[in-house]
């Protein structure tokens, strides 16, 4: 597979363009249903084309990507680009920084007041 075939594994192309650390995490969201070609749910081995549009859900984050190109092997992080164009909304990274704020504020239910150490977390974290 090189840059001028047309078609390669959809799991393969997930690890290629950096979108998983691994070709297995890749195949897992496959399977797990978070990766969906053109609106459909897909497989890992699915052949993908360029043109067609991938919605893959890591994390909070549904990211949306347009496939350009496949590469003939994982590439580097400047030429990502090459091969795919990230359509996904400004909203869902903001979801995702909201849903971490949120993880750092929540305390347990009868935890008691904050410690000195959590009060300077949040003053840092409010600029008060």
Same mark, same amino acid.
């Given at each position: 597979m090189s840059a001028a075939d047309s078609a390669g594994r959809l799991d393969k192309w997930l690890w290629a363009v950096r979108v998983f650390k691994t070709r297995g995490l890749a195949t897992g969201a496959c399977r797990a249903g978070s990766v969906a070609v053109n609106g459909r749910a897909a497989k890992p081995a699915r052949d993908v084309h360029a043109g067609e549009t991938v919605t893959v859900r890591v994390g909070l984050v549904v990211r949306t990507l347009m496939v350009r190109a496949v590469p003939a092997s994982r590439v580097g992080a400047p030429r990502v680009a090459e091969f795919c164009e990230e359509r996904t909304a400004a909203e869902e990274y903001e979801k995702a920084r909201q849903q971490r704020i949120q993880h750092l504020l929540a305390?347990?239910? *009868?935890?008691g007041r904050p410690t000195k150490r959590d009060?300077?977390?949040l003053e840092q974290?409010? *600029?008060g």
């Open positions: 305390r347990e239910r *009868g935890s009060r300077r977390a974290l409010f *600029g």
